[in-house]
């Protein structure tokens, strides 16, 4: 699967092999929480079908979206670091979802019969890494007005949306979260978009109607 050989290309087929042996294919329900935030974790999950909505609790008590995670995307790589991990989100389904799994103890097993598969965990974490530094970067200097556009795109991409139109099933609050920015302003910057035609603000949706505009006001 492409999936399978995103995560595991640095490993050789013997290697590779091992580890897809020792995961274990899990399926949860729409709506069905995956892990709750404060939960233990032992276990990495890779997302093979549907999607997974990523939040974590705020200073106020309630749930900010901090990512959608689609086919290909792993979570919970956290467990495999260390024996005394909590989990630091809850991750939900946000329709029929299938896992590949991966227990800390099995992960420990393959590194000693398989040391290469270490370079799975490196690329996990590196990935992570990445991304956390590039959003890091956005919240200090990119205009809240562009990174609602990155917001919208990255939701297209991990819903696997394409064509010149599409809508993601994200509220104002959950786009406002993931862009780093309150409501209200990440209202204005969707009004805005609304005014020259680019999204239409729906009932629990968002819907981008002219992705070439979108994407020039992202950049």
Do not use: Y
């Not at 492409?2 to 294919?25: F, I, K, P, T, Y």
């Not at 029929?96 to 996990?124: G, K």
């Not at 599409?166 to 805005?192: F, I, K, S, Y």
Request: aromatic share 4%.
């Amino acid at each position: 699967m492409e999936n399978e050989l995103s995560l595991l290309g640095a490993l050789g087929e013997e290697d590779r092999r091992a580890v897809l042996q020792n995961m274990h294919r899990r399926r949860f329900a729409k709506g069905e929480v995956i892990f709750h935030e404060g939960d233990p974790g032992d276990v990495l999950h890779v997302v093979d079908k549907g999607h997974v909505a990523v939040r974590a609790a705020t200073p106020l008590g309630e749930e900010a979206l901090l990512a959608v995670l689609g086919p290909g995307a792993s979570f919970g790589e956290g467990a495999l670091v260390t024996e005394e991990r909590t989990r630091t989100a809850t991750c939900r389904a946000l329709d029929a979802v299938e896992t590949r799994s991966l227990h800390r103890d099995d992960f420990h097993r393959l590194v000693a019969e398989h040391p290469a598969v270490r370079e799975v965990l490196i690329a996990i974490l590196s990935a992570q890494v990445r991304r956390l530094t590039e959003h890091l970067l956005e919240a200090l200097w990119v205009p809240v007005d562009r990174r609602v556009c990155r917001r919208l795109l990255a939701l297209g991409t991990a819903f696997g949306c394409d064509g010149a139109e599409w809508e993601v099933p994200v509220t104002q609050d959950d786009l406002a979260a993931m862009a780093g920015t309150t409501r209200p302003t990440a209202n204005r910057a969707l009004q805005a978009l609304a005014a020259d035609g680019i999204v239409a603000m729906r009932r629990g949706h968002i819907a981008v109607l002219d992705v070439g505009q979108l994407e020039r006001r992202a950049r």
